[in-house]
């Protein structure tokens, strides 16, 4: 999702919830993202796990329909398909689903954690540095997009 303001063009992305990401901030961070199967239509599932990662259905500015950014091969050869559509969601109220894992490590206890723990607006130069290195030529085919 982007957004355009008085003070430019704001990229939405989220941080991933969990020990693992606590820390990290630099090239942590993603778009809303989930994986789909054989046979299920990419576009429904992004839309789905937006509201999953997020708590809110994704809201057009306008009636539009989202756009393809395409697909990119992440460095674990996973495949992320990507569309852009812009709207406005206020950050301050995302709530994620969860999942659950073993915390810590060989402990034999189970904690949940939340899939995605905070989202931000970031200007595309900031969105650079924050997001997953895999996932920055979408922001290079947004702004094209929008050039």
Known sequence: MYKRTAEGLRLLLVH???????????????????????????????RR?????????PQAKAPAEPWPL????????????????????????VTSNTFEI??????GRRQAFPEVDRAEWFTPEEARTRILPGQEPFIDRLLERLA
């Open 16 to 46: 991933p919830g969990g020990p693992f990401w606590a820390k990290k901030d630099a090239s942590a961070w993603s778009i809303p993202k989930g994986e789909y199967g054989d046979g299920e239509d990419a576009l429904t599932v992004a």
């Open 70 to 93: 395409g697909e990119l091969v992440q460095p674990g050869r996973k495949v992320v398909t990507a569309w852009a559509l812009e709207g406005d969601l206020d950050v301050g109220t």
């Open 49 to 57: 796990e937006f509201a999953e990662e997020l708590g809110h259905a």
């Open 102 to 107: 073993e915390w810590p490590p060989k402990s």
